[in-house]
């Protein structure tokens, strides 16, 4: 089975730092499109930062020079380091796994970590 799992979500104050993990298992990982989505209370999820099976990286306006997307493979594990957060930030953070194989689009999505950032 596919899992996601997301951890190192905390409770920090605003310009502190963070990174969070995402372990997955049951997928080639290596071959997958991995991306970080937050949602704020009370409001939609919106893609956060995303990183291609090549490695190619993708940031929300919101967070560029702030956070940093990276991937090890070997590890099957893709982080997401959050640098002088703002309490903006506050969200549950989901991990996705996105991937097309033959035409078909695979898409598979962990629990969620929570982080707040506030005083």
């Known amino acids: 089975q596919v899992q996601l799992v997301e951890s190192g979500g905390d409770s920090v104050q605003p310009g502190g730092s963070l990174r969070l993990s995402c372990a997955a298992s049951?997928?080639?990982?290596?071959?997958?499109?991995m991306g970080w989505y937050r949602q704020p209370p009370g409001k939609q999820r919106e893609l956060v930062a995303s990183?291609?099976?090549?490695?190619?990286?993708n940031y929300a306006n919101s967070v560029k020079g702030r956070f940093t997307i990276s991937r090890d493979n070997a590890a099957n594990t893709v982080y997401l380091y959050m640098n002088s957060l703002k309490p903006e930030d506050t969200a549950v953070y989901y991990c996705?796994?996105?991937?097309?194989?033959?035409?078909?689009?695979?898409?598979?999505w962990g629990q969620g970590t929570t982080v707040t950032v506030s005083s």
């Open positions: 996705r796994a996105q991937n097309t194989i033959a035409g078909v689009f695979y898409e598979y």
């Open positions: 049951g997928i080639i990982f290596s071959s997958y499109a």
């Open positions: 990183i291609t099976s090549r490695t190619t990286t």
